[in-house]
């Protein structure tokens, strides 16, 4: 259980950091496709009985890749090579999973996440892959705005957008491919996207983004383990929810915000408006008195 916790910390902390740049970009997709083409990179490693993570990286690496190198070519609109990855995955992974004679224990393990089975070794690969998005992160800081936000002028600015991008295509990868212990690789997609959803609410500033992110992240995977060791229920799951949870709290709070900040602009605005109507009316009024007094 403590190695499970430190896990679902260190997947909540490096998950959402870069997730941030696939939502202000609208890739939050990529990385539910690249979570079903790590599917079927498991499903290979289960059935030639070799590393289904090992299998998984290199299947997520080449297809994030692959993703870019046609969205960049444009050989393919962004949508439509997320699309067409997706359902062959899927596709892929069926056949083979029908081929091992269906579905085992450890195809469910990494389909929903089995966070007790984490080893020191997926700790270790877990600690490394957060360092090396963090060094990521801080060297290339300006450069990840500038691509998040403009590509156009990032380019002409002599920011190298293609490798950055698949950088980040390759990192989303490799960072589902050793989450899949504990979200699984059907619901780490909403631990990159939802505490980014989140953050955006609550702060301003894409660093401030970066950090409440990782925040949130790290806040929603301690519930989820929290909430699904004492509910026996499935981790994975547990944590999701409780992202979407907190998602539509914020949201609710949000719009009784702006609800209570239109109520009151519009009061404001009649206050004015009958204050108006009121000095209209004595003006009027003393304007006759004065005529007539000068009238007599």
Do not use: C
């Amino acid at each position: 259980m403590n190695r499970a916790i430190l896990a679902s910390l260190l997947v909540g902390a490096t998950a959402p950091a870069f997730g941030v740049f696939l939502v202000l970009r609208r890739l939050s997709l990529i990385a539910d496709t690249l979570s079903h083409v790590a599917l079927t990179g498991v499903a290979i490693g289960l059935l030639t009985k070799t590393s289904a993570q090992f299998i998984a990286l290199i299947a997520t690496s080449m297809a994030a890749v692959s993703i870019e190198e046609l969205r960049q070519r444009r050989l393919l609109p962004g949508d439509a090579a997320l699309a067409v990855f997706l359902y062959g995955a899927l596709a892929i992974a069926v056949v083979l999973i029908s081929l091992a004679e269906g579905f085992n224990t450890s195809l469910f393990s990494y389909l929903f996440g089995s966070v007790l089975t984490v080893s020191t070794t997926d700790i270790w690969w877990m600690i490394g892959l957060g360092v090396v998005v963090m060094v990521f992160m801080v060297m290339f800081n300006s450069e990840l705005a500038q691509i998040s936000f403009d590509p156009d002028l990032a380019q002409t600015n002599g920011v190298r957008v293609h490798a950055l991008n698949l950088a980040l295509a390759v990192l989303t990868g490799a960072t589902i491919t050793v989450s899949m212990r504990v979200v699984g690789v059907l619901l780490v997609g909403a631990l990159i996207v939802i505490p980014v959803l989140i953050s955006l609410r609550i702060v301003n500033g894409l660093t401030r983004t970066v950090i409440a992110s990782s925040v949130v992240g790290v806040l929603m995977s301690a519930s989820g383990m929290v909430i699904a060791f004492y509910a026996d229920i499935a981790p994975g799951g547990s944590v999701v929810l409780t992202g979407i949870t907190i998602l539509t709290i914020v949201e609710l709070l949000a719009f009784a915000s702006r609800w209570r900040n239109r109520h009151r602009v519009s009061l404001d605005s009649f206050g004015d408006h009958d204050h108006g109507h009121e000095s209209h009316a004595h003006g009027s009024t003393g304007g006759g008195i004065h005529s007539d007094h000068t009238h007599r």
